[in-house]
């Protein structure tokens, strides 16, 4: 998973688009250690219409935890994203905006 995060570096400062990397697969013990080598960095969201989503930065600039919480605020899922900005905070952030006169609004994937 290291070496997926560390390509997917170098591919994000080439230019490629992000590729969110699921944690599901990983038992607790192999979670724990990624949360430590990784750790938290300076930058943290939640969003603030429901509190579900919840974006913390790793100590490594441009990857991120992201994750969902369910109704009862437990962990539903998380995932790594290598990016400027993860892509469903950026979603999230432009959900509201209406476009500029005479020009066509791209949907966010």
């Known amino acids: 998973m290291l070496r997926d995060i560390?390509?997917?570096l170098?591919?994000?400062c080439a230019g490629a688009a992000a590729r969110p990397i699921a944690l599901a697969p990983l038992d607790d013990a192999n979670r724990r250690f990624l949360h430590q080598v990784l750790g938290e960095g300076e930058v943290?969201?939640?969003s603030t219409r429901d509190e579900r989503l919840r974006v913390q930065?790793?100590?490594l600039a441009g990857v991120w935890w992201v994750g969902l919480a369910a109704q009862d605020q437990t962990l539903a899922r998380e995932s790594l994203e290598v990016?400027?900005?993860p892509a469903a905070l950026r979603s999230l952030a432009f959900a509201n905006v209406?476009?500029?006169?005479?020009s066509r609004r791209r949907r966010a994937s």
């Open 83 to 85: 990016a400027d900005v």
């Open 57 to 59: 930065e790793t100590r």
């Open 44 to 46: 943290s969201a939640r």
């Open 10 to 12: 170098a591919a994000c």
């Open 98 to 102: 209406a476009p500029a006169p005479g």
């Open 6 to 8: 560390g390509e997917q």
